[in-house]
């Protein structure tokens, strides 16, 4: 009879382990799908800020640029269209849209001497200049999240965890600009 409560203990201690087991891994779990929630908050806010900045940016410049509607339009569209996005994919397209229209706006405010010497429009470009560095470390940070938990929805024996309650994979928030992987070229002509 101590034979079997002794088997009958040792069952229940490995089950007793076993469920510690799984309660750890799914915190664990928990834990790193929240950490990638909280990067992508980090992330919207700094887009959010971006958002906030560029209508401001556009009018200071209107008032120089009267004849770069094409320009404006495609800024305004830009931004709507990044500010409406759903998902972490569409918000990485749509960011790259607006990074873009970004870029040509920058390009053309180059032929505008009097605007590039305004205060309030140099301020806003430096406060631009700042949100976009801040986004550039807060969409790092995401993705390094994302990697992490992927990784470990992914491993064994997590992954055993994560299949029995339904954790998923996450995407990266890749922005592809135009011309981003290309290598730049420089002209002394």
């Avoid at 430096?126 to 992914?154: P, S």
């Avoid at 994560?162 to 995407?171: I, K, P």
């Amino acid at each position: 009879m101590s034979g079997a409560l002794i088997a009958l203990a040792v069952l229940v201690g490995i089950f007793a382990l076993l469920v510690i087991l799984v309660i750890g891994m799914y915190n664990s779990l928990v834990g790193a799908r929240n950490q990638v929630d909280n990067a992508w908050s980090q992330i919207d806010v700094q887009l959010k800020r971006r958002h906030d900045l560029i209508p401001n940016l556009v009018e200071t410049a209107k008032g120089y640029m009267k004849h770069e509607r094409q320009t404006f339009e495609s800024i305004t569209q830009a931004r709507s269209a990044a500010m409406g996005a759903k998902t972490v994919s569409e918000a990485a397209q749509a960011e790259g849209r607006l990074a873009d229209a970004l870029s040509k706006f920058m390009l053309v405010v180059e032929n505008y001497p009097d605007l590039k010497a305004n205060q309030n429009f140099l301020a806003l470009q430096e406060e631009l200049t700042g949100t976009e560095n801040k986004i550039a470390f807060a969409r790092q940070n995401y993705n390094d999240q994302v990697l992490y938990y992927n990784n470990r929805i992914q491993m064994f024996p997590s992954n055993v965890v994560a299949g029995m309650f339904s954790f998923s994979r996450r995407d990266f928030f890749e922005v592809q600009a135009a011309g981003e992987r290309e290598v730049p070229k420089v002209s002394f002509t």
